[in-house]
């Protein structure tokens, strides 16, 4: 069989991928498509027809060839210029569109998350760019972006992101008369403290908070909690002020599950963050910190949308960042 006659490759029957490499490069092949994309996303009203400005109307807009190629469309009627790149993450960036959706994919399709260095040697670019890249994806599209309040039975709970303690730190404990009130309070001491929400079987919510305080993690319940809601967590004295109905499990006690009263739903969502951050990233800084929480967080939401999810960040990345 001749080389231009060969069957493009296609997914195998039994793989439970929605949406793989293949077709993504069928779909995007090169940088002029993505600009269409961009284009209809972002103006186009049908049969290449968008609303001017200049003329206050529906008008016909003509892509024209020229010396510098420009990533504009043109109102045939008055000469006004639209470029769907402006305003958006996209906006000045010398980088390839290709490259930009090669990593708004990779990003959906991993479910641990990748490193910039991952992909700056997926997509032949430099470190810096593929930060660029990665951060502004991260922090302008992958936001938190359910604004109702969680409901049914919710799952509360909060943990410590950073490293381990030391060889010296782990003598300090042992030596101290109480280990684990020392191996504590150098936790709340040198590491990031994060509170967390989720519905069983449903959305999860996380953010960085600046303490245990009643008063702060009760705002996060308020604002993000519906007060009809049956709230499972730990012990700690601090949910002793939630006005929801309110179950608890004694993990000091070694009981993890009693009946259908658990945390395990949280403490598997904090499981997956932490096996990415320290598996992908190795370390966090406490700056940034919610900017990867962010992703993980929209990730899991959107854990059964598939091909969904990367053609969500596409239309995302198609309006106008803040």
Partial sequence: MAPGNRKAPTRAKSSESDFSIMEFARLFPDDETCLRYLWNARYNLGGDEAHCQRCEEIRLFRRYEGKQQRQAWTCTACGWQVYP??????????????????????????????????????????????????????????????????????????????????????????????????????????????????????????????????????????RRVESTAVVHTDTAHVYGALAQEHHTVNHHEKVFVSGDVHTQTIDGFWSLVKRGIGGTHHAVSPKWLQGYLNEYVWRYNHRDDGRAMFALLLLRSANPVR
């Avoid at 997509?123 to 502004?136: D, N, Q």
């Fill in 85 to 222: 790149t402006a305003g958006t993450i996209f906006h000045k960036s010398s980088t390839a569109l290709q490259l930009w959706f090669h990593a708004m994919y990779l990003m959906t399709s991993t479910r641990c998350g990748i490193s910039a260095k991952q992909l700056e040697r997926e997509l032949g670019v430099t470190y810096k760019t593929a930060w660029r890249m990665f951060t502004l994806i991260r922090n302008e599209l992958m936001t938190q972006d359910h604004d109702e309040p969680l409901g049914g039975v919710v799952e509360m709970d909060e943990t410590y992101v950073g490293g381990k303690p030391r060889a010296d730190d782990r003598r300090a404990f042992a030596a101290s008369p109480n280990a684990r009130s020392a191996a504590s309070k150098w936790g709340i001491e040198n590491k990031v403290q994060v509170f967390g929400a989720v519905e069983r079987k449903g959305r999860v919510t996380a953010h960085v908070i600046p303490s245990r305080q009643k008063t702060t993690l009760m705002a996060h319940v308020a």
